[in-house]
């Protein structure tokens, strides 16, 4: 996933700022599995626990070695969870920000979610009582990309957009990533990593029935993914004006239908996920609009995709189940179910938006949160790393309000004796 992450957020970005977001996204992995070992594996599987949180194997502290492999895995989730936000916060986040929010999430937001609805000691796991009530995410609709949405759309709101993105009399100004083959190869790697995320959520091939409900998962996955992908190409072309194949919209609808289905890729038949897949392609187009009219800059449209599939998957999940599905059995119990996911939706959703808007808050407070106008500028690949993503980017692009009266001094990545050849006319 974290390499799908890496050229789709690569290539959404400008090239002043890809050495930048390539780093977040392969520092999200190495942040994230150094803190999940410390702290976050024991908050939300360490025992013993209550119903709220765990509070053993704190460093692996008397964890038996047979639980490596479930470490292994529910790590990748929390830093998936953590990319979503670097994403959106792409091109003007301050690295020690990046830093302090990373530990931050993987370590205390995300694994308090996870215990509360994997662990067996959660309590929306363990549901209001009857024993066929209990909070239904089967691979992370709520706990991986709700979790990341709702960070990334606070933290959007108050970071503020890129300079330029919107003017003063409430217009908006295009501001493109600078590589669609980038973008499309990032897309066609997390379909593909979608398949073994789902799948692989059911943490077992050997056991009765393991391989159905693999199997099962990865087909209603690309069944959700295609339906969703094709009615975005439809809708854009044909219903909103836009009279364009935009690959770009079709690969985040794909993407928001398959965070859709995770909740429910396990249970749901074909139709149920093809019915989930279509709705994906509206509530992405509806959410990501929403996002731009609110004047909120998501450069990879991370709070669409992301929060708005995942918060589809929990809606969606206990109404197109075949074992308990409102719209399969119509039972009350079944409504039931579906209501306790809609309240372990909302509790998510505040537990998310309270530590959310006390981590940015906190960092905007204290002004490292986001970098200096003229680094803005100038790209965050020479400011702050010196190492720019294309050889022959020696100075800054301009942007559309740039100021030229800016006078940035640009260490020239050039080999010396290239540039006495130059000088001298190629001698």
């Known amino acids: 996933m974290q390499v799908g992450f890496a050229f789709l957020e690569a290539g959404s970005v400008r090239k002043k700022n890809t050495t930048n977001i390539l780093l977040m996204v392969l520092l999200d992995g190495f942040f994230g599995c ?3 070992w410390a ?4 908050i939300a599987f360490g025992e013993p626990s209550n119903s709220f949180f765990g509070h053993g194997y704190f460093f692996f502290s008397r964890m038996s070695e047979h639980k490596l492999t479930h470490f292994f895995f529910q790590f990748v989730f929390a830093a998936t969870a953590v990319t979503i936000v670097s994403g959106a916060l792409a091109e003007r986040v301050a690295f ?10 993987t370590g205390f937001v995300y694994p308090v979610v996870c215990h509360w609805v994997w662990s067996e000691d959660g309590w929306l796991f363990k ?9 239904q995410d089967f691979a992370g609709s709520s706990v991986v990309h709700m979790v990341g949405g709702i960070a990334a759309l606070v933290a959007c709101k108050i970071l503020g957009p890129r300079i330029g993105r919107f003017n003063d009399d409430g217009s908006a100004n295009e501001i493109n990533g600078h590589s669609i083959p980038h973008l499309a190869l990032g897309g066609l790697i997390l379909f593909f990593g979608f398949l073994a ?3 692989g959520s059911q943490a077992s091939i050997s056991k009765l029935n393991d391989g159905i409900i693999v199997s099962q998962a990865v087909v209603n996955t690309i069944i959700s993914g295609s339906f969703g992908a094709l009615l975005t190409m439809l809708i854009v072309k044909y219903l909103l004006g836009i009279k364009r194949w935009s690959i770009i919209l079709i690969i985040n609808g794909g993407l928001t239908s398959m965070v859709a289905i995770c909740a429910g890729c396990n249970s749901a038949y074909g139709w149920g996920a093809a019915v989930i897949g279509c709705l994906g392609a509206v509530m992405y187009l509806g959410v990501s609009a929403l996002v731009f009219r609110c004047k909120i800059d ?8 992301h929060l708005g599939g995942g918060t589809l998957g929990v809606l969606t999940a206990p109404l ?14 079944a409504v039931m179910g579906w209501l306790w996911n809609v309240l372990g939706g909302l509790a998510i959703a505040a537990w998310c938006t309270a530590l959310s808007i006390i981590i940015f808050g906190g960092l905007q407070l204290l ?4 970098v200096d106008a003229k680094v803005e500028h100038m790209g965050l690949d020479i400011a702050l790393h010196g190492e720019p993503a294309y050889p022959h980017q020696n100075r800054p692009e301009l942007d559309i309000n740039d100021d030229e009266n800016f006078n940035f001094q640009v260490i020239s990545m050039k080999d010396p004796e290239d540039e006495k050849k130059e000088r001298n006319g190629g001698v």
């Open 96 to 105: 020690e920000a990046y830093i302090l929010y990373s530990i931050a999430i």
């Open 197 to 199: 995320f789902n799948g």
């Open 127 to 135: 549901g209001p009582g009857p024993d066929y009530i209990s909070f």
């Open 367 to 370: 002004g490292i949160f986001r």
């Open 298 to 305: 998501d450069p990879v449209d991370a709070v669409g995709v």
């Open 34 to 36: 150094v803190t999940y």
């Open 320 to 333: 197109f189940s075949k074992y308990n599905g409102v719209f399969v059995v119509w039972t009350a119990e």
């Open 39 to 42: 702290v976050g594996y024991a």
